[in-house]
């Protein structure tokens, strides 16, 4: 189908977004890769009177290291963003590949999946996962949003009409950190029935001293394994210790069923996947010197 | 209102005045003649409107013409020299990597792209790069030893 008709503003930087929003509020949307939302427009499934392009907006295409974390700026699109996780943050480069396809990445934009909350997306797990926030600019400024405190329901956050998000930011985990990624798709590139991401360290006795568990495609949101991350530390790291952190973990969610998996499926999935990123991450773990 | 772009397509640039809503496949098609750009789901899953955009693959159904100003987009038109057909063209046709022709542009430019990149591919990584082209002729199979030949073409006489 085709889109039902808009109007276009494109704005050359954020200022110029914020205040576009600020004036449309409602029945503005963001543009930036557009892959998401090109295809709800296609579909009519939205019909914003506005499109705001922040494709212009080049000082939002950035992507920097800093304060133990790396800041994604808003048009940096998630082909570049895996070029420099394939070194840096290689959970971050693994998750990417599973991001639809090349050509999707090539103008997908980090933040834009971040921001969409799709339940099934692999980013907005990483963003939990990796103590993520977000940047919400609006005219009365700028708020920090954490990841737990972003994601209210599918395509939902908690962000206002007339913010712009300029940057996510995710923690750059220690280097002794070891790391997990899964999901079950039914194709390469497909949104995911279930997805988890791991990451996990050791003290120098070789006990787990942190982790963090994130799902997706398990609910109307991403979701944080917490009892499984309480569960693992002060552990040595063993086989059955991971699979009772991944079964604590996986009996808090709330899958829903649709015809592409039961929620039963969903749950029994979403443990498997918890234990074998578990262990991978147990794996690549290296003792604290 | 439409609005005026100014689009660099295969080298060429033509002035358009084009609805907002208007895509870049449709404008490919519609307005610049370009047809062999063809357009299947309209919402990014198919592949088959696929276009270089400065170099690199993208859906031209995701993306509104009005945004394509100032970017050199390809089409398969702009693959194939003045006579006859490209390398990678020609291993299409000569392991049969078509049936119904319909989604070949798109796995074409996809292909192109991926070859500069990767220009002695696995069998897997060319499936994985497939994965993003929808076929329901082909089985793929055909189309895997396509991409195979034009990778060995292409390194025995690289352009």
């Not at chain 1, 499109?51 to 998630?78: F, M, S």
């Not at chain 1, 998750?95 to 997306?121: F, Q």
């Not at chain 1, 973990?249 to 990123?277: F, K, N, T």
Request: glycine share 10%; charged share 20%.
């Amino acid at each position: 189908m085709k889109p039902a008709p808009f109007d276009y503003t494109p704005a050359a930087s954020a200022a110029e977004a914020v205040a576009a929003l600020a004036q449309h509020g409602d029945d503005a949307k963001i543009l930036a890769g557009g892959q998401s939302l090109v295809p709800m427009l296609n579909l009519r499934l939205a019909r914003p009177a506005m499109l705001v392009d922040i494709n212009g907006a080049r000082e939002l295409d950035y992507l920097r290291e800093a304060d133990g974390g790396v800041r994604v700026g808003a048009l940096r699109r998630q082909a570049a963003v895996a070029r420099w996780a394939a070194t840096r943050l290689p959970l971050m480069a693994e998750a990417l590949r599973h991001v639809g396809h090349g050509a999707i990445r090539n103008r997908g934009t980090v933040v834009g999946s971040v921001v969409h909350a799709d339940p099934a997306s692999e980013l907005p797990a990483l963003l939990l996962c990796l103590d993520g926030e977000v940047i919400a600019r609006s005219p009365q400024g700028e708020r920090t949003v954490a990841a737990g405190d972003l994601y209210r329901a599918p395509l939902t956050t908690s962000l206002r009409a007339d913010e712009l998000v300029t940057e996510a930011r995710f923690t750059l985990p220690r280097p002794e950190a070891g790391w997990g990624f899964a999901e079950v798709a039914r194709r390469h590139g497909d949104f995911a029935l279930v997805g988890a991401a791991a990451m996990l360290w050791q003290d120098d006795a070789g006990r787990v001293a942190g982790a963090r568990l994130a799902f997706f495609g398990v609910g109307g949101t991403p979701q944080r394994g917490a009892a499984g991350e309480t569960a693992l530390v002060g552990q040595t790291i063993s086989g059955e210790a991971m699979r009772a952190a991944a079964r604590a973990a996986a009996a808090a969610l709330r899958p829903e069923g649709d015809l592409h998996a039961s929620a039963r499926y969903r749950s029994e999935v979403a443990a498997v996947l918890a234990e074998r990123v578990l262990m991978t991450a147990a794996g690549r773990c290296r003792r604290a010197a | 209102m439409t609005r005026a772009v100014r689009l660099t397509v295969n080298g060429r640039g033509h002035q358009v005045q084009v609805e907002p809503r208007l895509s870049l496949a449709d404008c490919l098609r519609d307005v610049l003649d370009l047809t062999g750009t063809h357009v299947g789901c309209e919402h990014g899953v198919c592949g088959a409107c696929t276009v270089l955009l400065d170099g690199e693959p993208v859906r031209s159904c995701l993306m509104l013409a009005v945004q394509a100003g100032g970017h050199a987009i390809t089409t398969v038109e702009g693959l194939s020299p003045n006579e006859g057909l490209a390398p990678l063209q020609q291993a299409f046709q000569d392991k049969h990597g078509l049936q119904c022709g319909y989604c070949t542009p798109g796995i074409l430019l996809t292909t192109h792209a991926f070859l500069k990149e990767h220009p002695h591919p696995t069998p897997e990584e060319i499936r994985e790069m497939l994965a993003g082209n929808l076929c329901r002729c082909t089985g793929y199979h055909f189309i895997v030893e396509a991409v195979e030949a034009a990778a060995r073409a292409t390194a025995r006489n690289p352009r």
